[in-house]
């Protein structure tokens, strides 16, 4: 069984900037592709940034230029480094494994944006 966990949430002022970091069990880690995605009250779950096994990145246009995904696969962790946070970042931020035809989710860490 693969379990996720997110750390690094928090609160910060608007500019601020925040680590986010997941960390899955098991040993299938390096062949996983892998996202973080966000859910603010009353929307939906939406993709922020992920990486594939072989490191290549994706972005939504709302966080380019802001947040920068990134994997360490001998830890098993993946990151995502938000800068400039704006108040519209504010959401629940969950990891998911993606391995073949199966997801993985994380319990999700809370950011706030707010002055």
């Known amino acids: 069984q693969v379990r996720i966990v997110e750390s690094g949430g928090g609160s910060v002022q608007p500019g601020g900037s925040l680590r986010l970091s997941c960390v899955a069990s098991g040993n299938i880690f390096r062949l996983a592709d892998m996202g973080w995605f966000r859910q603010a009250p009353g929307k939906q779950r939406d993709l922020v940034a992920r990486i594939t096994s072989i490191g290549n990145t994706y972005y939504v246009d709302t966080v380019k230029g802001r947040f920068a995904i990134s994997r360490d696969n001998a830890k098993n962790t993946v990151s995502l480094q938000m800068n400039s946070l704006k108040p519209e970042d504010t959401a629940v931020y969950y990891c998911?494994?993606?391995?073949?035809?199966?997801?993985?989710w994380g319990q999700g860490t809370q950011v706030t944006v707010s002055s």
């Open positions: 998911k494994m993606t391995m073949g035809a199966r997801d993985y």
